[in-house]
């Protein structure tokens, strides 16, 4: 089954209501054989798509992972980024900002992790938890200490999803291309895999009751992800709803959105002008005689 990146992608200034997004759709893979023979191909694609984007250096690639717990980030990059050269790919977690941080606007300590050119960085979770989990635990953004905070709600995400698209643009003009990933996980499997943790010692390290009291928020989580999803899926860097319930499902769908975002770089391997040719025969005269 072949898979389209934009049966996923959330176009430009759409109002998203995430119940019409599924998060459980056919499988895209016939069988565990199947699923694993799929996932080394893409894998394989992407190794040598790295490799070419190390050796133009000229652009950077972004991944970013938003999603609720359990929804299977961590699973993802895991398997998605298993034959990609560490050294050229960093991974990037973010949580309760620090007090140092806290005395920095909310962009600066992401900016700092920020991909170089030739690489890949992958943000689980990122900038995009000050418009997540600071609306719907307002004392985090109480702590930030503005000068000024806007005293209406709607102006507050409204200037905060304009610096995020301003950023994102910046970054795309500059040779950065931003892949968004939100994992779409249902309530009731997340209860499954907490069950899963809680069941299984080998994954009781994953779980905390921190987990089940965001539980109660989800309705709000979901608002917050339907405000944001639509304010900030931009043609520079949209937006893709990942059906998250079947993990093998979500991290073919992420390997082909991946795919897709490195081949429309449309890079070539550098040639090397008459003066490096010339010098590389010379070389090569000196090793052979």
């Given amino acids: 089954m072949k898979i389209n990146p934009k049966d996923y992608r959330v176009p430009p200034g759409e109002k998203v209501d995430l119940t019409r997004w599924p998060t459980h759709i056919k499988p895209v893979y016939r069988s565990k054989k199947a699923y694993h023979k799929f996932l080394e191909n893409q894998v394989g694609e992407l190794i040598e798509l790295q490799r070419l984007l190390y050796a133009t250096n000229r652009y950077s690639v972004l991944l970013i992972f938003q999603a609720m717990d359990a929804a299977g980030k961590d699973g993802a990059i895991a398997h998605v980024m298993s034959g990609v050269n560490p050294q050229g790919c960093q991974v990037f977690s973010f949580k309760h900002p620090s ?18 050119r030739g690489r890949i960085g992958i943000f689980n979770r990122s900038y995009y938890e000050e418009v997540l989990i600071a609306r719907v635990h307002p004392a985090i953004f109480a702590a930030e200490r503005l000068p000024d905070p806007p005293t209406n709600p709607k102006r507050l995400w409204r200037e905060r999803y304009e610096s995020i698209v301003d950023l994102e643009k910046h970054l795309n003009r500059n040779g950065t291309r931003i892949i968004k990933l939100f994992l779409h996980l249902s309530k009731e499997e997340q209860r499954k895999r907490f069950l899963e943790r809680i069941d299984g010692p080998d994954k009781n390290w994953k779980f905390s009751m921190a987990d089940v009291e965001e539980r109660k928020h989800w309705s709000a989580y979901m608002e917050a992800y339907e405000a944001c999803l639509g304010a900030t899926s931009i043609r520079e860097a949209p937006w893709h709803v990942v059906p998250a319930d079947d993990k093998k499902n979500a991290r073919l769908i992420i390997s082909e959105i991946v795919l897709e975002a490195f081949n429309d770089l449309k890079m070539t391997r550098p040639k090397a002008t008459p003066a490096r040719q010339a010098e590389l025969r010379a070389i090569r005269a000196r090793l052979t005689r």
Avoid: G, I, N, Y
């Fill in 99 to 116: 007090a140092a941080e806290l005395d920095h606007d909310f962009l600066w300590r992401t900016t700092a992790a920020l991909p170089e």
